[in-house]
């Protein structure tokens, strides 16, 4: 961890002379504000990620009924290796934002944008325990999925469970996503659009309600049956995970509580939970295969209302 380093990456932040983020800047930033973590692996664990890998793909074609296949790219990383993959997600998607924006101060405006973004990513690395990422807004149909190893490690022994078991149980869950989007082709192509008219008409100073409202309806379906199938395909008991990890999810210094009502992780938490007991309901009412109905066609999403009255997606879709 080098602070100076980072502060004064910061502050000769360039952003190109517009205002925007410097990328660079900001990888090394946030590299220099935590520590990397440790990432030797034996074999043994290398051979359990892989193992965890293949095992979730497996049963969560079985219990969920679904067609799809890992990611092409599986890696396990330490926090900088995750910041260096993000650091090149979000100049991706922030692009269309800052070649339209023009500020009266730019270097003034690039420091604090690249300061935000440095503070984000070293917060975000320093809690993320894996990650589906479907490289949304990027050319080809690629997708990549990553743990972070020193963080599985870090909570593991944190919430006082098993390593192995836990480490599965984060694989189930990222893997859930690439079967989410293995299943529904339509599901990346929906969300690329809404976000670049999001973020269009947050570079012309306004904003889009409902390209933001229909991204969180979307998001908590994907969340929320992620929970709900990790935990019926999961080959081992998981309740003291779930339990703990829930409390980890809300829990927190002060401190931690406010970086994650600043980031947005209070918004994500609520996704997990409507969704999730959306979709256990319909689990319940029909099967968990039956539940896959809402991957068939982009009609088949869950209404807002829906979300809180299942039996109306039941009898709508009737899988």
Same mark, same amino acid.
């Given at each position: 961890?080098?602070?100076?380093?980072?502060?004064?990456?910061?502050?000769?932040?360039?952003?190109?002379?517009?205002?925007?983020?410097?990328?660079?800047?900001?990888?090394?930033?946030?590299?220099?504000?935590?520590?990397?973590?440790?990432?030797?692996?034996?074999?043994?664990?290398?051979?359990?990620?892989?193992?965890?890998?293949?095992?979730?793909?497996?049963?969560?074609?079985?219990?969920?009924?679904?067609?799809?296949?890992?990611?092409?790219?599986?890696?396990?990383?330490?926090?900088?290796?995750?910041?260096?993959?993000?650091?090149?997600?979000?100049?991706?998607?922030?692009?269309?934002?800052?070649?339209?924006?023009?500020?009266?101060?730019?270097?003034?405006?690039?420091?604090?944008?690249?300061?935000?973004?440095?503070?984000?990513?070293?917060?975000?690395?320093?809690?993320?325990?894996?990650?589906?990422?479907?490289?949304?807004?990027?050319?080809?149909?690629?997708?990549?999925?990553?743990?972070?190893?020193?963080?599985? *490690?870090? =909570? #593991? +022994?944190?919430?006082?469970? @098993?390593?192995?078991?836990?480490?599965?149980?984060?694989? $189930?869950?990222?893997? %859930?996503?690439?079967?989410?989007?293995?299943?529904?082709?339509?599901?990346?192509?929906?969300?690329?659009?809404?976000?670049?008219?999001?973020?269009?008409?947050?570079?012309?100073?306004?904003?889009?309600?409902?390209?933001?409202?229909?991204?969180?309806?979307?998001?908590?379906?994907?969340?929320?049956?992620?929970?709900?199938?990790?935990?019926?395909?999961?080959?081992?008991?998981?309740?003291?995970?779930?339990?703990?990890?829930?409390?980890?999810?809300?829990?927190?210094?002060?401190?931690?509580?406010?970086?994650?009502?600043?980031?947005?992780?209070?918004?994500?938490?609520?996704?997990?939970?409507?969704?999730?007991?959306?979709?256990?309901?319909?689990?319940?009412?029909?099967? *968990?295969? =039956? #539940? +896959?109905?809402?991957?068939? @066609?982009?009609?088949?999403?869950?209404?807002?209302?829906? $979300?809180?009255?299942? %039996?109306?997606?039941?009898?709508?879709?009737?899988?």
């Amino acid at each position: 961890m080098n602070l100076q380093r980072s502060v004064r990456a910061i502050a000769t932040a360039s952003g190109n002379g517009s205002g925007g983020v410097d990328w660079e800047a900001v990888a090394t930033a946030a590299k220099s504000a935590i520590g990397a973590g440790a990432l030797e692996l034996t074999d043994a664990e290398r051979a359990g990620y892989a193992a965890d890998v293949a095992d979730a793909r497996d049963r969560l074609r079985s219990v969920g009924g679904l067609n799809f296949d890992i990611p092409p790219t599986v890696e396990v990383q330490n926090r900088h290796h995750w910041i260096d993959a993000n650091v090149a997600t979000f100049r991706r998607v922030m692009a269309p934002v800052e070649s339209e924006v023009n500020v009266a101060f730019p270097t003034a405006t690039s420091v604090f944008n690249t300061g935000s973004m440095a503070a984000v990513l070293s917060f975000l690395a320093s809690n993320v325990l894996g990650q589906y990422d479907p490289l949304l807004l990027a050319d080809g149909d690629d997708h990549e999925l990553y743990f972070v190893h020193p963080n599985i *490690v870090e =909570a #593991a +022994a944190d919430l006082d469970v @098993d390593y192995p078991r836990f480490r599965r149980w984060i694989a $189930f869950h990222e893997v %859930t996503h690439a079967a989410e989007f293995g299943a529904a082709p339509w599901l990346s192509t929906r969300l690329e659009a809404r976000l670049e008219g999001a973020l269009g008409t947050l570079s012309q100073g306004g904003f889009d309600r409902e390209a933001f409202r229909d991204l969180n309806t979307t998001m908590t379906a994907v969340e929320g049956y992620a929970e709900m199938l990790m935990d019926r395909a999961f080959d081992a008991e998981y309740a003291d995970l779930r339990r703990k990890l829930d409390a980890r999810r809300r829990g927190g210094g002060p401190v931690m509580r406010v970086a994650r009502r600043l980031l947005g992780l209070g918004m994500k938490r609520r996704q997990y939970e409507r969704g999730a007991a959306f979709f256990r309901a319909v689990a319940d009412q029909r099967s *968990v295969a =039956a #539940a +896959a109905a809402v991957w068939d @066609d982009p009609a088949n999403l869950p209404t807002d209302a829906e $979300f809180d009255d299942p %039996t109306q997606w039941v009898a709508r879709v009737d899988p």
